[in-house]
T-cell receptor, first 114, second 111 residues
Framework: NAGVTQTPKFRVLKTGQSMTLLCAQDMNHEYMYWYRQDPGMGLRLIHYSVGEGTTAKGEVPDGYNVSRLKKQNFLLGLESAAPSQTSVYFC?????????????FGPGTRLTVL | GENVEQHPSTLSVQEGDSAVIKCTYSDSASNYFPWYKQELGKGPQLIIDIRSNVGEKKDQRIAVTLNKTAKHFSLHITETQPEDSAVYFCAAGFGNEKLTFGTGTRLTIIP
């Protein structure tokens, strides 16, 4: 079991460029999440998905889009990167339990936007 | 929405002493309170959690206490060891399966 994996691990973009971050999980989890982590601000939810084909906005969704075409994958897209999107991005997944439950996190992607 | 505050932001303790991290939450509907440990360069990992029908939970050197009336919960680490040095996050969640995280505590164990 690889758990939750993220691709790439590091990326440097110029302002205005686009990119997609890939998250994959092999635990057959229904729920998947994208967070960003900034110094002094903890983990903030960007978007999440409660199942294949569904997505929903989190706390800080502006400037990001997501897709969940397959149950095991959750993609985070930046259409036009801005320096304010410099951050460490974490993907997480959890199984559906009818209530809040443990989330399993990936190793993170460090993104720098120049 | 839920708001979780965490204190202190940094904490240094001598090896062998105890460490306590405190969190408060705002939404009385929250019923799940996990604690995550994040080591350098890695993703957060669950170390202990508690649900609202329980006041205290222990797992070896780690314990969590919950006061629902006051809306606060705490992480206690006893007999601290160098490998306990990390960033710790509290979180609160309820039926929609989203978690709201605190801002983190950087714990340093001094040998």
């Amino acid at each position: 079991n690889a758990g939750v994996t993220q691709t790439p691990k590091f990326r440097v973009l110029k302002t205005g460029q686009s990119m997609t971050l890939l998250c994959a999980q092999d635990m057959n989890h229904e729920y998947m999440y994208w967070y960003r982590q900034d110094p002094g601000m903890g983990l903030r939810l960007i978007h999440y998905s409660v199942g294949e084909g569904t997505t929903a906005k989190g706390e800080v969704p502006d400037g990001y889009n997501v897709s969940r075409l397959k149950k095991q994958n959750f993609l985070l897209g930046l259409e036009s990167a801005a320096p304010s999107q410099t951050s460490v991005y974490f993907c997480a997944s959890s199984y559906s339990s009818g209530g809040a439950i443990e989330q399993f996190f990936g190793p993170g992607t460090r993104l720098t936007v120049l | 929405g839920e708001n979780v505050e965490q204190h202190p932001s940094t904490l240094s303790v001598q090896e062998g002493d105890s460490a306590v991290i405190k969190c408060t939450y705002s939404d009385s509907a929250s019923n799940y309170f996990p604690w995550y440990k994040q080591e350098l360069g890695k993703g957060p990992q669950l170390i202990i959690d508690i649900r609202s029908n329980v006041g205290e939970k222990k797992d070896q050197r780690i314990a969590v206490t919950l006061n629902k009336t006051a809306k606060h919960f705490s992480l206690h680490i006893t007999e601290t060891q160098p490998e306990d040095s990390a960033v710790y996050f509290c979180a609160a969640g309820f039926g929609n399966e989203k978690l709201t995280f605190g801002t983190g505590t950087r714990l340093t164990i001094i040998p």
